[in-house]
C-alpha cells in the first residue's frame, strides 16, 4: 500500500512537460473545494433562516392558539387551568385586531395587540426587544410600537398617535370610525421586519375598550415546552376549553404557518439539488483529468507492469490519485465553508460598504441580519457527496488505466 501511494503521490507533483495534466489536476480540486463550500454556506444560510424565523414567529405568536370569532368570555379561568398542565409554559390571552395609525402626519396599517404587562414580561423574546420598562403599563395609556414603524412615521418615545380602529361609531350622522389617542410609551426591536413595522402592544383594558371587547379577549396563546408536540396536545386542550367558549379552534403553529415553512423547506432542497451539479461538474473534471494522467503516463504504467506491477496495484495507484484530489478538495471546502459560514453577517457587511449597496435588505428577506446555522446532518450529508462521487470518478480512471497493454505501448515506445 506504501508502494501505491508514494507512486500515487509523485504522478500527482508536476514534472516539467506535465503542465497540462497539473492545470486538469487543480481544476479538479478547486471545483470539488469550491462545490463543498457553497453547498455548506448555502446549507448553512438556509438553515439559519429557518431557525430565526421560526423562533421569532412563533417567539411573538406562541405554539398553540385557541380563538373564537365571538371571544372569550372567562379567560382568566381558562389560562389558569392550562397553565396548571405539565406541558404549557406560558397562557397569554389577547386581543389581536388591524387599525390604522396616525402620527406625525403620516399614516400607517398595523396590528394592535392588547397585552397583560406581565405577558410580556414572561415571554424572552419581547422582553430582549422592548427598550423600556413596562413599569405601570396596565394601568397607563402608552402603546409600544415597533423601531421601525417609529422610524417610518418619525415618532419618539413621548409622542402622540391616534388609532383608528375598523369598528364605527354610530352617530346621527351616520357611521364615524372609533378613534383614540395614546401616547408612545416605548419601543421594540424584534429583529423581523415585518413585526418591527406593523406591530403595537398596547394595555389589554385600553383594547377592550378600544374594539368593543368588554370583558372578553379574541384569543389565548400557549407557549409550549416542546413545539414539535403542539399537535399532540390540541386533544387535552380541547376538553379543558368546554362548551363555555362555543366555536372555539384550536390551531398548532405547524397548521398557522404551513405553507410559510413548507416554502422554506422545499427551496433549501432545490438549493442543495442545484449546488450539487457543481460537485457533479467537478467530479467529471477528475475524471478526464485522471484519462489524460493515464495517457501521460502510459509508458510508466507499461514498464510498472512489465517487471511485475498487478493490474490491481496499477488500478490502486490511479484510484488513489483520483480520491487524493477528492479528499482535499473536499476538506479545504469544509473548512471554507464553516469558516465562511460562522462570519457570513461581517462578509456581507463588507461587501456592503465596498460595493456601496445594499446586498441584504431587511424588507425583503424579513431579517435585518444574515443569520447562518452549521448542521452536522448537513455536513456528513456534503462531505459523503463529494467523496462518493469523486471516488467513483477515480474509479473511472484507475479502470482506463489497467486496460492500458504493456506490449502495444512498449513497441511503439521510441
Known amino acids: ?50 431557525n430565526d424565523l421560526q423562533t421569532r414567529i412563533l417567539g411573538l405568536n406562541g405554539h398553540i392558539t385557541i380563538e373564537a370569532a365571538a371571544g372569550i368570555n372567562d379567560f382568566d379561568r381558562l389560562s389558569d387551568e392550562l397553565r396548571a398542565l405539565p406541558d404549557i409554559v406560558r ?46 403599563f396596565d394601568q397607563s395609556s402608552d402603546v409600544l410600537i415597533g423601531q421601525r414603524m417609529a422610524w417610518n412615521l418619525g415618532l419618539i418615545v413621548g409622542d402622540s398617535i391616534t388609532l383608528i380602529a375598523p369598528q364605527a361609531n354610530r352617530t346621527v350622522f351616520g357611521n364615524s370610525p372609533r378613534r383614540k389617542t395614546y401616547r408612545v410609551g416605548g419601543t421594540f426591536r424584534i429583529g423581523m421586519s415585518e413585526y418591527d413595522s406593523s406591530y403595537l402592544f398596547m394595555p389589554l383594558a385600553q383594547a377592550q375598550k378600544l ?17 414539535d408536540n403542539a399537535p399532540k396536545l390540541t386533544s387535552v386542550i380541547a376538553p379543558i376549553i368546554g362548551p363555555e367558549v362555543p366555536n372555539a379552534r384550536v390551531n398548532p403553529w405547524q397548521f398557522r404557518h404551513a405553507s410559510f415553512f413548507q416554502a422554506l423547506r422545499v427551496e433549501r432542497n432545490v438549493m442543495f439539488i442545484i ?38 496495484m496499477m488500478m490502486g495507484v490511479f484510484f488513489c490519485t483520483g480520491a487524493l484530489i477528492g479528499s482535499i478538495g473536499t476538506l479545504i471546502g469544509v473548512g471554507l465553508g464553516i469558516a465562511f459560514a460562522l462570519n457570513i453577517e461581517q462578509i456581507r457587511q463588507a461587501l456592503e460598504w465596498l460595493l456601496q ?18 448542521e452536522i446532518s448537513d455536513m456528513i450529508n456534503i462531505v459523503s457527496l463529494s467523496l462518493s462521487l469523486t471516488f467513483c470518478a477515480s474509479l473511472y480512471a484507475a479502470w482506463q488505466a489497467v486496460r492500458v497493454d504493456p506490449v502495444q505501448v512498449l513497441r511503439h515506445a521510441r
Open 1 to 50: 500500500m506504501s508502494l501505491v501511494l508514494l507512486i500515487a503521490g509523485r504522478y500527482l507533483r508536476a514534472r516539467e512537460g506535465d503542465g497540462f495534466v497539473s492545470v486538469l489536476v487543480w481544476f479538479s480540486l478547486i471545483g470539488i473545494l469550491l462545490g463543498v463550500a457553497s453547498l455548506i454556506i448555502v446549507m448553512s444560510v438556509m438553515n439559519g433562516f429557518r
Open 91 to 136: 397562557a397569554s390571552p389577547m386581543i389581536d385586531q388591524r387599525v390604522l395609525v396616525v402620527g406625525n402626519g403620516r399614516v400607517a396599517g398595523a396590528l394592535a395587540r392588547g397585552i397583560r404587562a406581565e405577558d410580556l414580561e414572561s415571554n424572552p423574546l419581547i422582553q430582549q426587544a422592548l427598550s423600556t420598562n413596562l413599569g405601570n
Open 211 to 227: 374594539f368593543r371587547l368588554k370583558n372578553r379577549v379574541l384569543k389565548v396563546e400557549l407557549t409550549v415546552r416542546d413545539p
Open 275 to 312: 449546488l450539487s451539479l457543481v460537485v457533479i461538474i467537478a467530479a467529471f473534471n477528475i475524471i478526464i483529468s485522471q484519462v489524460m494522467m493515464v495517457r501521460d503516463k502510459s509508458g510508466s504504467i507499461a514498464i510498472l507492469r512489465a517487471v511485475g506491477a498487478s493490474w490491481g
Open 357 to 374: 449597496t445594499e446586498v441584504f435588505s431587511a424588507e425583503v428577506y424579513f431579517l435585518s441580519t444574515l443569520p447562518a446555522r452549521l
